[in-house]
């Protein structure tokens, strides 16, 4: 079994940062990708970024230029930079981690607030 824990979420102004971290229980080299998701009250959950062992990113259009994902492999992190923060960015966001050729599976976090206010 796989946990990520994630932290870092908070409340934070429009036009502030905040820094996510998710730490898993495994090396995330075996990971065939991971990523956040968010999901806003009323919507569905939402892909945010994604990064594979490649290092090759993809970001939703509403966050491209002011999000960045990224892993540390040695300490098994993966981050989310989030600058310039609006009110649209007020989610909970979740870890994510692609496991299935290694570890048997897809594994989530339990979510961590983030609330941006005007």
């Known amino acids: 079994q796989v946990q990520l824990l994630e932290s870092g979420g908070g409340t934070v102004q429009a036009g502030g940062s905040l820094r996510l971290s998710c730490s898993a229980s495994?090396?995330?080299?075996?990971?065939?990708?991971m990523g956040w998701f968010r999901q806003a009250p009323g919507k569905q959950r939402e892909s945010v970024a994604l990064?594979?062992?490649?290092?090759?990113?993809n970001y939703t259009d509403a966050v491209k230029g002011r999000f960045t994902i990224s892993r540390d492999n040695a300490e098994n992190i993966l981050y989310l930079q989030m600058n310039s923060l609006n009110a649209e960015d007020t989610a909970v966001y979740y870890c994510?981690?692609?496991?299935?050729?290694?570890?048997?599976?897809?594994?989530w976090g339990q979510g961590t607030q983030v609330t941006v206010s005007s």
């Open positions: 994510f981690a692609d496991g299935r050729t290694l570890y048997g599976g897809e594994f």
């Open positions: 990064i594979n062992n490649s290092r090759r990113t």
């Open positions: 495994r090396n995330i080299f075996g990971f065939n990708s």
